[in-house]
């Protein structure tokens, strides 16, 4: 069946990038997200990107879709304490209508 | 900028009993959903529901579940004997399309 893989943990200082990575194995893949929760609140969708892209910038934020190798990364530039989340990496294929999350990245931004 | 809403936020509950978790999705959405995540563990799908019916289940969403949208705006999760294992934070999304899904904050679901 359909999985997304993510690491667990990932520490920066303060003003570094961060890079979160992530694995997914749907070959039908047809959208990809990263969601952020903030401790105690819900799901928020920060950033998506449609499977026939190869990168998305936000502003602070740049998406990385490797097609070939079902690998996706979300870059956040100059990371602030504020960023201390939880981040999801997830998928969805065209005509499905469930969202499969990996297990999260725990972001821990020092000071 | 709309949301979904989701109340209540925390509801305690007793072993065998009904609850209700509610939620309001974006106004102008036609595909509703319910997700759950256990303490610690992932974001694990439900249900989707489209055009009054269900549209996709997971194999958690036995007959202990149902999901009803009784009127133009809420969309509702039920439980019919909740179990301790039900215990999770249960969260409603919605999208115009199916596919890019905005979530609630969610329902702390405790089961005593």
């Known amino acids: 069946g359909e999985d997304v893989e993510q690491s667990l943990f990932l520490s920066v200082r303060e003003g570094d990038s961060s890079v979160i990575n992530c694995t997914y194995t749907d070959s039908s893949s047809t959208y990809l997200y990263w969601y952020k929760q903030e401790p105690g609140a819900g799901l928020q969708l920060l950033t998506y990107i449609f499977s026939n892209m190869d990168m998305k910038q936000d502003q602070r934020l740049t998406v990385l879709l490797n097609k070939k190798d079902k690998h996706l990364s979300l870059r956040i530039a100059d990371t602030q304490t504020g960023d201390s989340a939880i981040y999801f990496c997830a998928e969805s294929s065209g005509g499905g209508f469930k969202t499969i999350f990996g297990a999260g990245t725990r972001l821990f931004v020092k000071a | 900028e709309p949301e979904v809403t989701q109340t209540p936020s925390h509801q305690v509950t007793q072993m065998g009993q009904e609850v209700i978790l509610r939620c309001v999705p974006i106004s102008n959405h036609l595909y509703f959903y319910w997700y759950r995540q256990i303490l610690g563990q992932k974001v694990e799908f439900l249900v989707s529901f489209y055009n009054n019916e269900i549209s996709e289940k997971s194999e958690i969403f036995d007959d202990q579940f149902s999901v009803e949208r009784p009127d133009g705006s809420n969309f509702t999760l039920k439980i019919r004997s909740t179990k301790l294992e039900d215990s999770a934070m249960y969260f409603c999304?919605?999208?115009?399309?199916?596919?890019?899904?905005?979530f609630g904050a969610g329902t702390r679901l405790s089961v005593l």
């Open positions: 999304a919605s999208s115009k399309t199916n596919n890019i899904q905005y």
